[in-house]
């Protein structure tokens, strides 16, 4: 099994998360070379859009996926919770995507 490659971090809206998740990228782009990636959500996300981005994260990494309120995109969206959660922490490793 490959390791886990993500981090999900969870709390009540003005905890912070977001902010961390501003000032982790910031500190990113200004010490390495790598790609920052974010998934727009709206009501035509499917599974194959999600794979796609890891994919292209994958072939340009080392690179860094930003995903904001996961939960739209399980609930607002096409996307299934195991079309998601297979490409999030499937089988299949992503080198240097984090």
């Not at 998601?84 to 499937?90: A, C």
Request: glycine share 10%; hydrophobic share 40%; with cysteine.
């Amino acid at each position: 099994m490959p390791s886990k490659r993500g981090f999900l971090f969870t709390g009540d809206p003005g905890n912070g998360k977001t902010l961390l998740c501003y000032a982790l990228a910031s500190h990113v782009l200004q010490q390495f070379n790598v790609n920052i990636a974010t998934l727009r959500v709206d009501d035509g996300l499917d599974n194959d859009d999600v794979v796609r981005l890891y994919e292209w994260a994958s072939a340009n990494g080392p690179a860094m996926i930003f995903l904001e309120d996961v939960e739209t995109i399980m609930t607002q969206t096409r996307v299934t919770r195991s079309g998601f959660l297979n490409v999030l922490d499937g089988l299949k490793p992503e080198r240097g995507v984090l």
